[in-house]
């Protein structure tokens, strides 16, 4: 089945009980047993497993064509579970510019448990080899990258995780299972910040990691998930599930909007560099274009005058909104560096955009007058 079908239907069925088209909200803490101590539909205890949460991970493992899903509380909750399932004395490869609270996680929490690491240009193959070791078990992918929109080649990284005997990850919530597919090119497990375009609406927390089989290593994640405790809310769960259903056709509009806004401002004199792989000219655009099957809705701006500039563009724009996150249908703007803080490595003028579902006249209208006006102030 195609995924606009899969995402419409996985995981929803008409309600047994009262054919309710609309998936119930399972809100019991707890499930009822059997005069003889069976549990006849299988729940205990809703960290464990609850009936939404099952129905969500149905749809998220058909999406991801995997065989299992696991949901979480955020996308820091499943990557957490991710390298707490490894061991002291391994060692993970990540990308230099992952998302900064996925390198904050490596630095700060998992070095103290012995979980070593070293951030590399994943871009560049030759340096994601060379950066293996012997103890090497997992290496992470995240394509495209937050904020330099930074592109793997997924395939050949995967090779040489798989070479190495380790394991392969992506962080596809920037693309989506919409747009790149990374189980169908080599890895061994998808995660996402389901906060983002699976959720779609700016209005929920949530994480997912999807692996090709229900094999040992997904066993020891879902013991990590119940354990852990780091579960989504039966409400988060729905909410999910109901954005999902018109992720095909909102990543579209964000496809289509971002290609629009990221055309404007390579053309824009106020602005420095564009970060987009649907630009011909982007570096990342020929292997975008081999693995993705549109080149997503984020698109990043370096603008002359850096920092200040910057700053002042984000000041002036009416109809973008000031805030963090990104996937929602309202178009966010953010600098990127001052969120980052001190540790960051992404460059002083560097605007992250989320290109929303508005019309694109009216974004590009706004971010005219914005770095118009700005540029008077140079
Ligand atoms: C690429 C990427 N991965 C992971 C995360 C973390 O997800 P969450 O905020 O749901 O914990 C984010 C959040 O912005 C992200 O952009």
């Known amino acids: 089945m195609h995924i606009e079908t899969l995402a419409v239907h996985a995981g929803h069925h ?13 809100l019991s803490t707890t499930f009822a047993r059997e005069a003889d101590g069976t549990l006849p539909h299988g729940f205990i205890y809703a960290r464990s497993d609850n009936p939404t949460r099952r129905e969500l991970e149905r749809s998220l493992a ?18 957490a579970a991710v390298f707490q399932s490894m061991l002291p004395g391994e060692h993970v490869v990540a990308p230099q510019d992952a998302y900064y609270g996925t390198a904050r996680l490596l630095r700060e929490v998992m070095a103290g448990w012995g979980l070593a690491s070293t951030l590399v240009d994943m871009t560049d193959p030759h340096a994601v080899a060379e950066a293996v070791t012997p103890n090497t078990r997992l290496i992470w992918i995240e394509t495209p990258s937050n ?39 080599g890895c061994d497990l998808v995660m996402h910040s389901t906060t983002k375009y699976l959720g779609g609406h700016s ?13 040992d290593w997904a066993a020891r994640l879902r013991t ?10 039966a409400f988060d769960c ?23 806004v990221a055309a404007f401002l ?26 993705m099957t549109g080149f997503g809705g984020m698109v990043s701006v370096q603008v002359k005058g850096g920092a200040e500039a910057a700053l002042d563009v984000v000041r002036r724009v009416k109809l973008f909104t000031r805030a963090t996150s990104l996937g929602g249908p309202e178009s966010l703007i953010e600098h ?12 002083p003028g560097l605007l992250r955009l989320s290109i929303g579902l508005e019309h694109p006249d009216d974004l590009v209208e706004d971010l005219d007058q914005a770095l118009r006006g700005a540029a008077t102030r140079l």
């Not at 596809?172 to 189980?183: D, K």
């Not at 209005?203 to 094999?215: M, N, Q, R, S």
């Not at 990590?224 to 809310?233: E, N, T, Y």
């Not at 001052?338 to 992404?346: D, I, N």
């Open 14 to 26: 008409p309600d047994a009980a009262t054919g309710a088209v609309s998936p119930p909200i399972h």
């Open 62 to 79: 058909a999406l991801e064509g995997g065989e299992t899903a696991i949901a979480f509380a955020s996308g820091m909750a499943a990557t």
């Open 147 to 185: 904020p330099t929109l930074a592109v793997t080649d997924i395939a050949r990284v995967a090779s040489i995780a798989r070479a190495a005997g380790a394991r392969c990850v992506c962080d596809n919530t920037w693309a989506t299972p919409l747009l790149q597919r990374p189980l169908a090119l």
């Open 203 to 215: 209005d929920l927390t949530g994480g997912a990691l999807v692996t090709p089989e229900d094999d």
């Open 224 to 233: 990590l998930q119940a354990l852990g405790g780091g579960v989504p809310s």
């Open 238 to 260: 729905w909410l999910l599930m109901r954005g999902i259903r018109s992720l095909a056709w909102r990543m579209r509009g964000h496809c289509e909007n971002a290609a629009i």
């Open 266 to 291: 390579a053309r824009h004199q106020a602005v420095a560099a564009v970060h987009y792989p649907g630009l011909a000219s982007d570096p990342g655009h020929a292997v975008a274009a081999r693995q």
């Open 336 to 347: 990127r560096a001052s969120v980052e803080g001190p540790e960051s490595r992404t460059p």
